[in-house]
Each structure stands twice: as C-alpha cells, then as structure tokens.
C-alpha cells in the first residue's frame, strides 16, 4: 500500500515522501508464501518554479485515465450482458482450444460459441482494466488535493 505525504519547505520546494508497504512472497514447498513485509521510501524534491508543471502533469494523466474509463464503459456497453461467472476460465479456454482444432465445418458452427467465450472475456478483462484505473484515479486526485494544500513545514 502506498502512503504519500506533500510538505511546503521552507524555501519553498514541494517535499514528496512515498511509502510504499507491501508483503514479501517467496515460493515456498511450490506455494507463493508471505515471509514477510517491505516498505520502501521515496523522497522528492520539486522546485518551486515546477510545482505547477507537476500539477498539470498529474492532471494530465487524470484525465487520460479518466478517457480510459469512458472507453472501457462504452466497450462494456456494446458486450452482451452475460455473467463472466457462469463459465469458469478454465473451462472457457479449453473451449476455445477444442473450437480451434475442430474441423471447419465444426468451427463454423460453434463460430455463435466462440464469438460468446470472446465477449465473456473481454469483459472481464474491461471489468478488470476498469477495476486498476479506477485505483489509479483516486491516486491521482488525492495527489492533485495533496499538491494545491501542502503541510507547510
């Protein structure tokens, strides 16, 4: 997890500290383990003269993102509403595979089939994409509060 903190020096740079927290894993007997934890601690300097070239970067990339999400909903919506859940992964690609090797007159017919596990997929694969940006985005717009009101030191 990662914990940022934004201070206006004295001499008026932006102090930026990250922490970053996360578990350590290691595979242990075949399984990946946690044995541990790490955080790991970035600090910044950004001159004063910079601080609004770093805020119009941050928004930049908050309304790409922002973009993103609007184009993962509009794909979303054209996807028919099937319940990724209804059919296992692993069941799915085994699908497709036996789809792929069957004969053509076979492929053609199973052709509504595929085209669904395609659908069913891509969909989860927006739910997911959807799922990160949207982390990214709550980052991105508590930096932007962080960078209009600094702790002053």
Same mark, same amino acid.
């Given at each position: 997890?990662e914990k ?9 740079k ?17 399984k990946?383990?946690k ?10 300097r ?15 990339? #908050?309304?790409?993102? $922002? &973009? *993103?999400?609007? +184009?993962?909903? /509009?794909g979303l919506? %054209?996807?028919?509403?099937v319940? !990724?859940?209804?059919?296992p ?8 595979k036996a ?12 052709k509504v ?5 395609a #659908?069913?997929?891509? $969909? &989860? *694969?927006?739910? +997911?994409?959807k /799922?990160?940006?949207? %982390?990214?985005?709550?980052q991105? !717009? ?6 209009e009101k600094?702790?002053?030191?």
């Amino acid at each position: 997890m990662e914990k940022k903190k934004f201070e206006l020096e004295k001499d008026g740079k932006l102090r930026v500290v990250i922490n970053n927290k996360s578990d350590l894993m290691l595979p242990v007997e075949g399984k990946n383990t946690k044995i541990g934890e790490f955080t790991q601690v970035t600090e910044q300097r950004i001159d004063k003269e910079h601080i609004p070239s770093l805020k119009a970067y941050v928004k930049g990339q #908050r309304d790409m993102a $922002k &973009k *993103q999400m609007d +184009q993962l909903d /509009e794909g979303l919506k %054209k996807l028919i509403a099937v319940d !990724e859940n209804a059919i296992p992964d692993k069941v799915m690609q085994e699908c497709a595979k036996a789809i792929g090797k069957g004969s053509k007159a076979f492929r053609k017919e199973m052709k509504v089939l595929n085209d669904n596990l395609a #659908r069913m997929q891509q $969909k &989860k *694969q927006f739910l +997911q994409q959807k /799922e990160f940006i949207g %982390k990214q985005l709550e980052q991105m !717009e508590a930096d932007l509060a962080n960078i209009e009101k600094p702790v002053v030191l």
